[in-house]
């Protein structure tokens, strides 16, 4: 079974508008951390967010957000007021704390932002 | 700021070829990884090392080898270069705290293409 599962292989969003970057997970771990990082042309992997298992409240940075859904396995990226620099590719990523070393990656959202 | 600087960013190649791809990251991290980046796949993880001469194997290692001679290098070693070998390969450093919230710290990556 896939480990990240990432359903949208691209999305439209127009400029200042807010959009939602789907993310579901699998794991038995009782622990376990996901991140978000973001791919633009260029082709370096930036990171965006990070929620960890047993953070109580949904990690923020600036205009990201992460809806954080533990019983549906859901970690949503919320990219508010959207920007033409926004326009990449996304990838949630999951680590688990048995095997810590060995990060899984959703297979990526392509995000364009239209002026 | 943290760096990883991966040799080449576009590498053109020829079946049967040996091929390096060289990484050296800055900020003297224990794990550094190297992952295959193809489209509708995300990432997947060839093989990582976390200490000096330590290496373990990722999801996909066949046809690849690792070196890592020096904490700040880790090099990936295509023995004979194949076409479905061409792909965009990052490499990633991280540190060993045992966090979970150790981010992976990417290069700009390599577009290798094997004819």
Redesign the interface.
Known sequence: AQK?T?TQ?GMFVQEKEAVTLDCTYDTSDP???L?W?KQPS??????LI?Q??YDQQNATEGRYSLNFQKARKSANLVISASQLGDSAMY?C?M?E?YN????Y????TKLNVKP | DVKVTQSSRYLVKRTGEKVFLECVQDMDHENMFWYRQDPGLGLRLIYFSYDVKMKEKGDIPEGYSVSREKKERFSLILESASTNQTSMYLCASSLSSGQHNEKLFFGSGTQLSVL
């Open positions: 990240i990432q292989p622990s376990y951390g991140f990082y260029s082709g370096e992997m930036i990171f990070y960890g298992s990838f990523a680590r704390i810590f070393n060995k990060f990656f959703g297979s990526g």
